[in-house]
Antibody, heavy 117, light 110 residues
Framework: EVQLVESGGGLVQPGGSLRLSCAAS????????MTWVRQAPGKGLEWVAN????????FYVDSVKGRFTFSRDNAKKSLYLQMDSLRAEDTAVYYC??????????WGQGTLVTVSS | QSVLTQPPSESAAPGQKVTISCSGG????????VSWYQQLPGTAPKLLIY???KRPSGIPDRFSGSKSGTSATLGITGLQTGDEADYYC???????????FGGGTKLTVL
């Protein structure tokens, strides 16, 4: 069974940093692109970033470029989202998800990030 | 304002059929596969349809998808109260190199 478990969310002040983690199990982790998607309270889904199997390619939504860094450790079957210079508009539930070529096919339960003073 | 346009809401009675549209452009829907996601209240999204019209294992055939040009459609027949959820279309934009989601459609089963 595919499982994705996020951790690391919490309350952080504007301008601060937070590192999210995602532990994967139940599939060949190194064989898939992986993705972060976020959802602000009461809003729709927003794709944040994805990463290729070997980390050779990363893509980010414009609003987080230069502030967020997406990395992975295939040996540990883990993903990391380093979020710096956080803003109030980054407040959201962050989901890690598996990408199977043409669709995002499995999602974690999400971790809440709140940016507020 | 999403690049992929969905109606904010749709409604229909139990047992009836509903369709949800998703309109995009030549660099996204027109050039990539479309997928659809269901998000029940308080839960994570779930994949309903991939590659325009394919259903993952476990998704009932009441759910269907289609694509024509730069638009896609999700169909749900035999509506049940348990289908009340937010539905999102998604696709890759080959010009922007970003994944796009529609703004979401809230389905109410009256």
């Amino acid at each position: 069974e595919v499982q994705l478990v996020e951790s690391g969310g919490g309350l952080v002040q504007p301008g601060g940093s937070l590192r999210l983690s995602c532990a994967a199990s139940g599939f060949t982790f190194s064989g898939y692109w992986m993705t972060w998607v976020r959802q602000a309270p009461g809003k729709g889904l927003e794709w944040v970033a994805n990463i290729k199997q070997d980390e050779s390619e990363n893509f980010y939504v414009d609003s987080v470029k230069g502030r967020f860094t997406f990395s992975r450790d295939n040996a540990k079957k883990s993903l990391y989202l380093q979020m710096d210079s956080l803003r109030a508009e980054d407040t959201a539930v962050y989901y890690c998800a598996r990408t199977a070529n043409t669709a995002i096919d499995y999602w974690g339960q999400g971790t809440l990030v709140t940016v507020s003073s | 304002q999403s690049v992929l346009t969905q109606p904010p809401s749709e409604s229909a009675a139990p047992g009836q059929k509903v369709t949800i549209s998703c309109s995009g452009g030549s660099s996204n829907i027109g050039n990539s596969y479309v997928s659809w996601y269901q998000q029940l209240p308080g839960t994570a999204p779930k994949l309903l349809i991939y590659e325009n019209n394919k259903r993952p294992s476990g998704i009932p055939d009441r759910f269907s998808g289609s694509k024509s040009g730069t638009s896609a459609t999700l169909g749900i027949t035999g509506l049940q109260t348990g289908d009340e959820a937010d539905y999102y279309c998604g696709t890759w934009d080959t010009s922007l190199s970003v994944w796009l989601f529609g703004g979401g459609t809230k389905l109410t089963v009256l």
